[in-house]
């Protein structure tokens, strides 16, 4: 198992996501937050999506040159069409945007559509929390809809459809919550599948609804699908899951769950907060600082060292991997080194260290 350090990852993106056509502006973009998601530990959105983007622009799913435009817009909300451009690249657009609608309102929100998959859905609110706001992130599939199971359901109809949030901290990282609203994102499926381990109990079942944890059934057609999040109190995800739909789908344009595959790309809603717009900023870090220190007050179970609060062991993973690189499973560098070859780079060149 390959480990490379993060400088280098970001060097073999720019130049495999150039190769596909990008500018290398955009490329840099993409290769970012690819890495950035690998120094998370998410290696799940990290580079493993290398050679699955080079597969979305060969078959015209992409659009390498696509440059995101605001196609709508009013005080403190805009829609960002980002003509099936890399989704990172229309996605931190719209972030930008919002943000500066927020710094002059208060709050804002900024839709964006035909975004192709924006990567981990965290990392935009976490560029706002480190601007010092406060950020939202709902996200859809658009019109496709066939990974996870409604509640009560065994047929594949909702995307994994994810929310994140960050808020700022006084001297300390955001704090970040990225979570699907189903048990796990189909990226982690990926990870499983490309190390040869079986899944969890209780991520996901077969084509007749049975518990499963080998990852070849959500695979294989026909597919299974993944469990919505809550387990026997799936009735929860299962509603989250349709209020991203609603908000990331239906203000974006880029439409909602409809088993339609000619449709793919996420459709999201950024939406910002300015806290200042609200009251004492300096009192509003004094109370997020009283809360931590009362959550993390609490006695621990049994095994539990400490407890953290939400966005903690990203950041931690991030200082560690960022020292001691990052480790990519043979399978997944042998994926990324063969589609390299395809569009005509020698990963034999690439310095990883």
């Known amino acids: 198992m390959p480990t490379i350090t993060a400088d280098a990852l970001r060097r073999i993106g720019q130049e495999f996501i150039t190769a596909l056509g990008c500018r290398p502006d955009d490329a840099q973009i993409v290769a970012d937050h690819l890495v950035q998601s690998n120094l998370f530990g998410h290696d799940s959105h990290g580079v493993l999506r290398l050679y699955e983007y080079a597969r979305a622009v060969n078959e015209g799913r992409v659009n390498p040159l696509g440059s995101p435009e605001i196609v709508r817009e009013h005080a403190c909300t805009a829609v960002v069409d980002a003509n099936n451009g890399f989704g990172q690249v229309g996605a931190v657009l719209a972030t930008n945007l919002a943000m500066q609608k927020a710094r002059q309102y208060g709050l804002a929100s900024v839709s964006l559509r035909r975004a192709s998959h924006i990567g981990r859905a965290g990392a935009y609110p976490i560029m706002i929390a480190q601007a010092g706001l406060i950020g939202v992130a709902f996200v859809n599939s658009g019109r496709t809809g066939t990974q996870v199971a409604p509640f009560g359901g065994i047929d594949g109809r909702l995307g994994t459809n994810p929310l994140a949030f960050a808020a700022p901290r006084r001297a300390n990282p955001p704090i ?151 480790p990519i499973d043979e399978t997944t560098w042998g994926k990324i080194c063969a589609s390299a070859r395809d569009v005509g780079l020698d990963p034999n060149a690439w310095k990883t260290s």
């Open 176 to 326: 970040m919550v990225d979570m699907t609203t189903c048990t796990v994102a189909d990226g982690k499926i990926r990870v499983a599948t490309n190390l040869g381990k079986p899944l969890p109990e209780g991520w996901i079942i077969d084509t007749e609804g049975r518990p499963t944890t080998d990852p070849q059934v959500y695979w294989n057609e026909p597919r299974g699908a993944i469990l919505p999040l809550g387990g026997p109190l799936g009735h929860k995800g299962y509603a989250l899951s349709m209020m991203m739909e609603l908000c990331a789908g239906g203000l974006s344009g880029q439409g909602m769950s409809a088993g339609d595959r000619s449709s793919p790309g996420n459709g999201v809603l950024f939406t910002v907060y300015d806290i200042a717009h609200f009251g004492d900023l300096e009192s509003y870090y004094d109370e997020v600082e009283a809360l931590v220190r009362h959550v993390k007050s609490s006695r621990t179970a049994p095994g539990v060292a400490e407890v953290l609060v939400p966005g903690e062991p990203e950041f931690r993973a991030e200082r560690e991997r960022a020292q001691s690189g990052i």
